[in-house]
C-alpha cells in the first residue's frame, strides 16, 4: 500500500500510577483482629501453637489505629524529602479521601475545617499528624528555611489562627505561586494523554487522517480521468519544473474548491503529496484489481475468454482480454478485465501468458466453456492455435470465430 502506516510503539507509562484513581481506604482492623485471624490460620494447621497465639494476643496493645496513618498519599510522608517525578505525580494526581465517619480531632478548642481543603486544591490534610500542608510546595518549593513555610516541612497546625486570612496569605506568597506555576508545566508533559508520547501520537494520527483525506480526493481525479478516457501525464515543463499533465491541473484545480486536498497539499512533505507518477500507477492498478474483483463476483459459473493481441503506441505487443458470461439476469455480458504484456508472438507463449493471467487474476477455470479470436492461424489453429493450446488443458472451451472479425473481413 502507497499510504504508510504510522508507528505506534511510544512507550506508555506506568497504569497504576496514572491512572489517577481513587484508593479504597484499607479495611478498618486493629492488631487483635490480625492477631485473631493468624490464630485461627494456626488452629487449623497446628493446634500445638494456641497457647503461643494467645499469649501474643494479651500482650500486644489493642489500640486501633487510623488506616489512613499507613496511606502513602498521606502529606506528612513527603514532607523534608527529594522527590522522584513519579512520586510528585502520585502526590499531584490520586484523589485524596477520608475515612467513612472520619472526624477531625479537636487541639484548644480548634479543628481542621474540610471546607478549607475543598476551596483549595493545594491544601492537603494529613490525619497522621494532625496538621495541614501545601502539595505545591512540597513538591516544587526551594524553601529551604523551614519556619518560614510550616505548610512545606512540619506542617500547619494552628486552626486558631488558620482561617482564610492565614491561608490566602500563604496562596499568595511568591514561593507558593513559582510552585503553582511548576506543578502546572510539570502536569502538562505527565498527566495521561498530555506527555510526550501521547502528544506525537495524537499529532502523527491528526497527520495521518489530513494525508488520507488529501489522497482520496487525489483519487477522485484518477477515476474522473480514467472514466472519461484522458491522459493522466503530459510534457516536462523546464520553467515551471515539473510535468504540465491533465493530472497536476485537475489536482491543482480542484484544491481550489476542497479544503482538505489544499490542506494535504500545503502541509504535506515533499516525498509525501502522493502526486507522483508512480503513485498514479498504482491508484490505476488498485481500480484495476477492483473493477476486475467486481466483474469476476458477478459471474455465476460458466464464463468465456475472448482476446487479441495488439500493439500500443509504444511498440509494446498486449494481449487484450475480455470475458463473456450470462448474468444472473440472464443477460450476456462482456468485461473488459485487462492487458497483458506478450514476450513473443507465437501460439504458446500467448496461450500460456492468457491460462496464467487468468489464474493469477482467481477465475474459475473449470468454469471456462468457450474461447474466441480472430481467424488468423497462430490464434485459430485447431492443431497448434491457440485455441488448440488452451483446449488441452481446458476441453470444454470451445472456439468460436469472433463474430467482430468475421464482420471485418466480410466489410
Known sequence: MFLANVSKTFLSQSAGKMSGRKRPA???RGIMDFFDAKKSSNDEDNDENNDENQTSEESTSTEDPSPCVRDPNDPANYTGKTLSDDQKLELLTVKFSFPHGFKFPTTAGR????SWMEKRPWLRYSIRNDTAHCIYCICFSNNTVPNESPFISKGFK???KAGDERLDTHARSEEHQLSEEKMTNFLKTRRPGNDISARLQRQAAEQQHRTMKGVVSIIDVVIALGQRGIPLRGNWDPSKRN??????FFVDWKSKY???LKDHLDHASGNAKYTSPRIQNEIINLCDSFIRNRVRASIPKYWSVMADETQDCSTTEQLSICVRYLSSKNEVCEEFIGFVRLEKLDAQTIADTLLHALQEWGFNMSGLVGQGYDGASVMSS???GVQAKVAEKYPNATYVHCRSHVLNLAI
Do not use: M, V
Open 26 to 28: 484499607p479495611a478498618q
Open 382 to 384: 485447431s492443431r497448434n
Open 111 to 114: 479543628r481542621f475545617q474540610l
Open 243 to 248: 510535468e504540465d499533465g491533465n493530472f497536476s
Open 158 to 160: 494552628n486552626w486558631k
Open 258 to 260: 476542497d479544503p482538505e
